[in-house]
T-cell receptor, first 113, second 113 residues
């Protein structure tokens, strides 16, 4: 059973058209949720960590929020340079340390001018 | 550049050959992780080290795979008797004990022909 499910798989937006990406998780006792951005052929780039329901973090046009069941990555007035795959990840449950992360498959975002 | 570095960036090998990849983490980071990523999927955890100790290994890490981190600095990932199914991007990440964020390198793209 997937621990992390991201939707949609792909999203095309016109420049300036705001939208949200979803990350739902099934792990119990969540000890953090991570958002990353990945450009083609490159490693993931860390964006945010969220720890508790109600928490929000912002960076430029991105805002990440967390509830007890899911996280949203809101993109406000996106630009073409925001085009990338956005990944979310959670730590494996039951581990004493935050070692391995379980990643979703990502949402491939394309922003066209 | 003070980020995670990986070498080589690309490797093409024939089935049955052995390959070795290197990862140099961010200098003060004492945790180092290896992940594997195939097209359209999120990174999958392989193993991680705290200093020179290998603390956790995934079932994905078959006996053809071995990882080392001598002296707790750089790490190597070796794949013996490569198979076509080993073709993937191999990602290395590092973090500092006491923090949760993992910072990724650019990856090594392996193609097994």
């Amino acid at each position: 059973e997937d621990q992390v499910t991201q939707s949609p798989e792909a999203l095309r937006l016109q420049e300036g058209e705001s939208s949200s990406l979803n990350c739902s998780y099934t792990v119990s006792g969540l000890r953090g949720l991570f958002w990353y951005r990945q450009d083609p052929g490159k490693g993931p780039e860390f964006l945010f960590t969220l720890y508790s329901a109600g928490e929000e973090k912002e960076k430029e046009r991105l805002k990440a929020t967390l509830t007890k069941k899911e996280s949203f990555l809101h993109i406000t007035a996106p630009k073409p340079e925001d085009s990338a795959t956005y990944l979310c990840a959670v730590p494996f449950p039951g581990r004493s340390t935050l070692g391995r992360l379980y990643f979703g498959r990502g949402t491939q975002l394309t922003v066209w001018p | 550049d003070t980020g995670v570095s990986q070498n080589p960036r690309h490797k093409i090998t024939k089935r049955g050959q052995n390959v070795t990849f290197r990862c140099d983490p961010i200098s003060e980071h004492n945790r180092l992780y290896w992940y594997r990523q195939t097209l359209g999927q999120g990174p999958e955890f392989l193993t991680y080290f705290q200093n020179e100790a290998q603390l956790e290994k995934s079932r994905l890490l078959s006996d053809r795979f071995s990882a080392e981190r001598p002296k707790g600095s750089f790490s190597t990932l070796e794949i013996q008797r490569t198979e076509q199914g080993d073709s993937a991007m191999y990602l290395c990440a590092s973090s500092l004990v006491g923090t949760d964020e993992q910072y990724f390198g650019p990856g090594t793209r392996l193609t097994v022909t």
